[in-house]
């Protein structure tokens, strides 16, 4: 008698696991994707961007900080992919080392070479090319 119910019950639990198997496991799976963890680089290069470039180019690097009114000509679009393929990574840190005028832009754009690392410059670059929009 005991073996018959074991039976039952084993046959029960190979029929559910024959129905809910595999696939509502991957239907499950699929929708989220987990984010991409950033590095610590990057993540160094964030928190420097947050605190010195955002109130002139904004969150998103768009040119909207709360401080771009003020400024003529504005902060361009960093986050540009256009923009982004006609710079070098040179390019960019040399512009952020030496400021507008260091580089005939704006001299608007204060120059960082004193106040930052060239590693924490090399981070900052490193966040700037993360900032595209796909
Ligand atoms: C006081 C406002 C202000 C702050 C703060 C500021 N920028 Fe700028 N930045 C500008 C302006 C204005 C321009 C556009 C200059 C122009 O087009 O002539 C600019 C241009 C740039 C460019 C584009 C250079 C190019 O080749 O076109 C880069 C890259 C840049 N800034 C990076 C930074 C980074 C990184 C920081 C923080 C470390 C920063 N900026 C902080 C105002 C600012």
Redesign the pocket.
């Known amino acids: 008698m005991k073996t018959m119910r074991l039976g039952v019950v084993l046959a029960g639990t190979l029929l559910l696991g024959a129905c809910s198997g595999k696939p509502a496991g991957k239907a499950a799976a699929a929708p989220a994707p987990p984010p991409k963890p950033m590095s610590y680089e990057l993540r160094l290069g964030r928190a420097?961007?947050q605190h010195?470039?955002q109130?002139?180019?904004g969150e998103t690097g768009a040119g909207d900080g709360f401080?771009a009114f003020n400024?003529d000509?504005?902060?361009?679009d960093?986050s540009d992919p256009a923009f982004q393929k006609k710079?070098t990574d040179a390019?960019?840190a040399d512009?952020?080392q030496r400021g507008?005028a260091g580089?005939g832009?704006?001299a608007?754009?204060?120059p960082?070479g004193r106040t930052?690392s060239k590693e924490q410059v090399e981070q900052?670059v490193l966040y700037?090319r993360s900032l595209p929009k796909h």
């Open positions: 420097t961007f010195y470039c109130t002139c180019h401080n400024l000509p504005k902060p361009r960093l710079k390019d960019l512009a952020i507008g580089v832009l704006s608007m754009m204060p960082w930052l900052v700037l």
